[in-house]
């Protein structure tokens, strides 16, 4: 007994009074999740705007059902043609007594082109690309050939798609016998299916002959059916084909279109053929029938030669009207998997027109290390979470105070209670919540600095602070120094020419700030090597911080400046990771009032990588500059790095607390001295009229 459900599903052709046309389950597309999830990958960094037409794979397997626990009655389901994650691959795996089925996939950019697109057309195209391979090459992989279009809505991760699986009509239809569909058992003996189910389960094929003889059976590709039709009676020979449909009087689509290429080809031999709808993916259980269905169908003939007309648009399945679908997977989607997408998705955009080979993999890669989680800390972070960077680290002593969240956008007013919270922490926890797939972590220990003296009670603190330190360079690839004073970052200067890590700096005057990356070391430098922080200097870093009021020791600038100057940084990092020289990366040419440098020939896809910007506020410019290495530089020197290697902390030690030490090292004082020897030996003389 056919349900009424089942019997909407199903395809009518002329009815017959006298013997009953054949009636075929169309197939229903069953699209799981993963294929979206490939899809939106593909279309992002594949596809991008490209609409040309794509090979796809889906699968099928014999028909399946279910027992109705209160009747006892076998329910039928859906004669599904599935696609899953692997559709995109060439070589995709299927499950147990399945078929592959390959089809034509078309992703449209608008969902207006989606709409207007001439599918007719399309469908057509796929037509008669499976009638020429029937008449041409009599080839019979294309027989369960499909086409999808689709548009795809990747910032709500709706899809519309639609689904044709064209099938052959003929005319006069094909008619089954009076004696209807029945089992299979009923046609063949146990053994002779048994030794059918043992062919297809090592060789799973979507249609097959079987040539009875007494009580055996031999399986054959369809391939062979001239040979077969040719040297054997018909009545020995039997057409099978795995068949997805479990409807007892319905077989599946796939028999559609094999009768047509069986009657293209063989019309002598097609007027009545004997079929056996493949049903059964294991052996049943003693006592139970056998699912697969056997039947007689006949055809009254037909030009063979005409091509039949196609139909085949799947019907929506709560209308049962011929429509798209759309599928909605942010209901069903984790949000975390939802926002490590959405993220991403400006930046692989980017990628579609703008910057075909901007590397996006080796920026998400870069790990960042923020000596800082102040407000150029805080800014730093987000466009590096912006730029699609996943692992950041915040290194800060302070805890966050009332005048900070106005001012730095990762901390709120309840951080400020009871003391307040470690910033850096606090920085990293608020990250997470930004984004959940951030890779966030916060220390909070003190950075020891030049002029400020270490007491012999901390110095063993002071000692783990700095192998914190230098363990945490070791995990990261790009330093920021983000602090307050100059010479808090003396040791990270060290440590980065060290350890070859690249170092952005950014500092903050009232209305003028500075965003630089520190050179190579010498020992690897290739040409005129980059200047640090302190290459410009003279005199060695000192306390900076003592004796100075509340104006002198807050940062006190134009509240626009920090996000101005925090951006700047990051996109200097950015621009140096698309070079190919990477830490190496020359600079521009000098630039004067009347040239300025070419960006398409710095060599990175984003344009220049200055060594040095100079920013004034009040003037709306920028400056570019390119300072020389200083080769008694107190922070990047040979001197000073050769001397930390050797002697590692009590070297640093001696730097912290002996004033005088660095300049004595890397010869700033000989420089002092030979100046004073040059002033003194200058006769001085009293202009007229100038005297006391």
């Given amino acids: 007994m056919i349900s009424g459900l089942q019997i909407s599903s199903i395809i009518t052709t002329t009815i017959n009074d006298s013997m009953p046309v054949v009636q075929f389950t169309p197939f229903s597309s069953l699209v799981q999740p993963a294929f979206w999830h490939e899809l939106t990958r593909m279309k992002i960094d594949v596809l991008r705007l490209s609409d040309e037409s794509l090979q796809v794979t889906g699968s099928y397997s014999v028909g399946r059902s279910i027992r109705d626990r ?28 399945s078929v592959p089925a390959s089809g034509v996939f078309k992703n449209f950019n608008t969902i207006e082109d989606f709409k207007t697109a001439d599918k007719a057309a399309m469908f057509n195209d796929i037509a008669n690309e499976m009638w020429s391979s029937t008449i041409n090459k009599k080839d019979s992989s294309k027989l369960t ?22 099938a052959f009509v003929a005319k006069p239809a094909w008619e089954i016998s009076e004696n209807g569909w029945k089992g299979a058992d009923e046609q063949l003996s146990a053994t002779q299916l048994a030794l059918i189910f043992n062919s297809l389960n090592v060789e799973t094929r979507p249609f097959f002959l079987v040539e009875v003889a007494s009580d055996a059976v031999e399986v054959h590709s369809i391939g062979q059916a001239e040979t077969l039709f040719e040297s054997k009676a018909t009545e020995s020979v039997v057409i099978g084909f795995l068949d997805p449909s479990a409807s007892p009087e319905n077989p599946g689509w796939p028999l559609r279109n094999l009768l047509a290429y069986l009657h293209a080809l063989y019309p002598a031999q097609t007027s ?32 063979p030669n005409v091509k039949p007309t196609a139909v085949g648009w799947e019907r929506h399945p709560t209308t049962n009207k ?66 699609g960077v996943r692992n950041i680290t915040f290194v800060d002593s302070a805890r966050v105070s009332f005048s ?11 951080d400020c209670l009871n003391g307040g919270k470690p910033k850096a922490a606090c920085a990293a926890e608020r990250l997470k919540e930004i984004f959940p797939g951030v890779n966030a972590n916060g220390y909070a220990f003190s950075i020891p600095m030049p002029g400020h003296p270490i007491p012999a009670a901390s110095i063993e603190q002071a000692m783990k602070d700095v192998e914190r330190l230098e363990k945490l360079f070791d995990e990261h690839d790009a330093i920021f120094l983000l602090m307050d004073s100059r010479e808090s970052r003396w040791l990270p200067t060290v440590l ?32 005129t090597r980059l200047g640090c922080y302190y290459c410009n200097d ?12 509340l104006d002198q020791m807050c940062t006190v600038t134009r509240p626009g400046l920090a996000s101005i100057a925090s951006s700047t940084a990051v996109e200097l990092l950015v621009s140096l990771l698309q070079h190919p020289e990477g830490l190496h990366a020359p600079p521009p040419p000098p630039q004067t009032n009347s040239t300025q440098a070419d960006p398409s020939e710095s060599g990175s896809v984003l344009g220049l990588v200055p060594h040095q910007l100079r920013g004034f506020l009040a003037q709306f410019r920028n400056l570019l500059i390119t300072g020389a290495a200083y080769d008694k530089c107190t922070g990047c020197s040979e001197t000073v790095l050769k001397a930390y290697e050797e002697q590692g902390f009590p070297m640093l030690l001696r730097a912290f607390n002996e004033t005088g030490y660095l300049e004595a090292l890397t010869g700033l004082d000989k420089l002092y001295d030979e100046g004073n020897a040059a002033l003194e030996s200058v006769d001085w003389e009293d202009e007229d009229g100038d005297d006391m």
């Fill in 70 to 97: 209160e009747t006892g009655q076998d329910i039928a389901l859906g004669c599904n043609l599935s696609l899953g994650a692997d559709a995109f691959q060439k070589a995709s795996q299927v499950p147990a007594m």
């Fill in 145 to 166: 050939q499909f086409l999808l279009v689709t548009f795809s809505d990747l910032k709500k991760y709706q899809y519309y798609y639609w689904f044709a699986f064209p």
């Fill in 272 to 303: 009545s053929l004997s079929i056996i709808c493949w049903r059964d993916g294991e052996l049943p259980q003693p006592g139970r029938p056998w699912k697969s269905r056997f039947g007689v169908v006949t055809n009254a003939g037909g030009n």
């Fill in 322 to 387: 011929l429509s798209a679908r759309m599928a909605d997977l942010a209901p069903m989607m984790d949000p975390t998997r939802l926002a490590d997408q959405a993220v991403d998705l400006n930046l692989k955009l980017m990628r579609w027109r703008i910057l075909p080979s901007l590397d996006l993999e080796k920026v998400a890669s870069t790990k960042c290390l923020l000596l800082g989680a102040g407000t150029l800390g805080c800014y730093v972070a987000r466009t590096l979470m912006a730029w």
């Fill in 404 to 414: 900070n969240p106005v001012r730095q956008p990762l901390f709120e007013f309840e």
């Fill in 496 to 527: 980065g020419a060290a350890k070859g890590k690249i170092v952005l700096n950014a500092a903050l005057g009232f209305d003028t700030y500075l965003v630089m990356r520190h050179g190579a070391r010498a020992l690897t430098s290739k040409e």
């Fill in 538 to 549: 003279i005199v060695a870093p000192a306390d900076s911080l003592t004796d100075r009021t």
